[in-house]
């Protein structure tokens, strides 16, 4: 008797061992490619610097950070925090906050450059090919392909 039962969770367990699928995957880019578009603006006379080169070459920066916030903005949106406070039905206090986090890989700088004496602009592109084809260097993104 022991040994039928000992034959019967063997012949169990050797059962359960074929049921183990192979999955096959490739690779599979996206039909289409959309390109984001972003320009950011700084003041050059409100940049820190001894000189008129120094509030340049810091606005340069300033307007590219902008013009990168504006990007992430597109990609991953706001995350908007509010707060209204009412005393008697009279709005006594109210707050609103926004921010923006994100990574943004990819990114082109189309143009640089000063609009008039005071502001400096930069542009930027993101062409979601080039994000596609730095992720799938880094990762492999997968689709099921066949199942047996």
Known sequence: ????????????LISACTSVKHI???LKAPETFTTLHAIGYAPISAQLGDNKTAKILNAMRASKLDAYRELTEQVHGYQITSKTTFDQLVISNSSLKSSV?????????KKSYPINDDIYATELE?????????YTSSNFSRQVVSSN
């Open 126 to 134: 993101l062409d979601f090919k080039a994000v596609y084809e730095l």
């Open 101 to 109: 986090q994100g990574l943004i890989r990819g990114a082109k700088v």
């Open 1 to 12: 008797m022991r040994r039928l039962i000992i034959l019967s969770l063997f012949l169990v």
């Open 24 to 26: 096959k995957y490739r």
